[in-house]
């Protein structure tokens, strides 16, 4: 256990643990204070919000008593499977750009270019020409290579003009929200059979493209999951492999770490710029796509008034999973989690669902202070292993009046006979 503890990534995976645990006792003090000063909720609405925000996915309703009940509840595991999916995906696209040095806050943008092409190529495909498995193929596909072309913006500008990519960044996710806007507005895909759906585009359904259950559906009955999250979680073992074990991984994070001494080393820097940023836009847009092509979603086209907050969640699971792409699997169930959670205190308690948004950015928080955290962790190690040591014994002190010797200086020193003249 103490070789394990000594180990860094122990204590990256602790640093993260902690944020999440002060997050979550933020998070229960704020349910506290607000049922105690609302008088519509009592110390036990309280209580019940509190265990809600520890165990609210395991939570099945009330009884007839109106008690909370609680155990396995495949509705809101399978929810939360199915809202992970796209988080996984845009935390995998933030991770992978911070790998390589570059601050991918464009993901938003790349997830509507990845939402505009798939939906119009899932709608726009006739399946009584095209199979639907061959269509919902090539709009995934579709939705991958959108947000690359528009991932690989902000990389052209940082690679050839050394523009700040956070700066092209936003400039091209609201030049995105505009774009999709304005193509859905004059479009033939805006949803007129249901006169409700106004400003909707329809679902893929409506031209028989959907992602397959895989089975799913039977597993957590009434949920919304299907077989995405497998592709998401494929995708993310892949990205781990890449960066990791390939060669042009190496040259990606070598680039990240220093580009010019990358450059100097033979690597091509303004190469791999481009190709993180593309790389980290596929990845947003193949999130679009799994999330959009689930079948039973139904997309808001006046994108103007808004970004889309799965993009920049992202951003907070990729500091919680510290970047490891294996990690960001667990990030994004568990930011999913507490949008469950958010839900389930709207629908059982007289709370709100924005809690869990105080309780996501105090996460958030001190997840950016992670390196201050492994400090603090590292600095008690140092104490315990100080403390563990015993003190080394006083060297004996010299004794007070030792004689000195005597030394006595001779009468004369022989006078050397000199040989060879001068020049000896």
């Excluded at 256990?1 to 640093?15: D, I, S």
Aim: aromatic residues 10%; positive net charge; contains cysteine.
């Amino acid at each position: 256990m103490k070789n394990l503890y000594e180990k860094e990534g122990t204590k990256k995976v602790l640093a993260s643990l902690i944020s999440i645990l002060a997050g979550l006792l933020v998070g229960a003090i704020l349910v506290l204070v607000v049922g105690l000063l609302n008088s519509k909720i009592s110390l036990k609405g309280a209580w019940d919000g509190i265990r809600l925000v520890f165990f609210g996915i395991f939570s099945t309703g009330r009884s007839s008593t109106g008690a909370l009940t609680w155990g396995f509840n495949p509705a809101n595991v399978g929810n939360m499977l199915f809202r992970a999916m796209p988080l996984i995906m845009t935390g995998l696209s933030v991770a992978v750009a911070f790998k390589t040095g570059l601050f991918n806050i464009g993901a938003p943008g790349q997830y509507l270019m990845g939402t505009m092409a798939t939906l119009m190529i899932a709608l726009g495909i006739p399946t009584t020409v095209v199979p639907a498995a061959v269509v919902w193929i090539l709009a995934l596909l579709g939705g991958m290579l959108a947000g690359a072309l528009w991932g690989a913006i902000p990389g052209l500008v940082k690679a050839y003009l050394n523009i700040n990519e956070v700066l092209a960044c936003i400039m091209t996710n609201w030049i995105a929200a505009n774009l999709v806007t304005w193509m859905f507005d004059i479009s033939n895909f805006k949803n007129v059979a249901e006169g409700t759906k106004t400003g909707y585009v329809y679902k893929t359904t409506f031209n028989g493209v959907a992602t397959p259950k895989l089975g799913l559906d039977k597993i957590f009955p009434g949920s919304q999951v299907n077989g995405g999250i497998l592709i998401a979680i494929v995708l993310a073992v892949a990205m781990y492999i890449l960066m990791n074990k390939t060669t042009l991984g190496y040259q990606l994070k070598a680039c990240g770490a220093n580009r010019h001494a990358a450059r100097y080393a033979g690597i091509k820097d303004k190469r791999n710029i481009v190709l993180s940023m593309a790389i980290a836009g596929a990845l947003a847009g193949t999130g679009a796509a799994l999330y959009w092509l689930s079948g039973n979603t139904e997309f808001y086209w006046s994108t103007y008034q808004s970004l889309p907050g799965v993009g920049f969640n992202g951003i907070p699971v990729a500091l919680l999973a510290l970047n490891n792409p294996i990690a960001v699997i667990f990030a994004g169930i568990f930011m999913a989690m507490l949008n469950i959670v958010g839900l389930q205190l709207t629908n059982l308690t007289a709370y709100n669902e924005y809690i869990t948004d105080v309780i996501i950015s105090v996460i958030v928080y001190l997840a950016a202070f992670s390196l201050v955290i492994r400090m603090w962790l590292t600095g008690r190690k140092k104490k315990a292993v100080a403390a563990a040591v015993p003190a080394a014994p006083a060297q004996a002190a010299p004794p007070e009046s030792a004689p000195e010797p005597e030394v006595t200086p001779p009468d004369s020193v022989p006078e050397l006979e000199k040989e060879g003249g001068e020049e000896a």
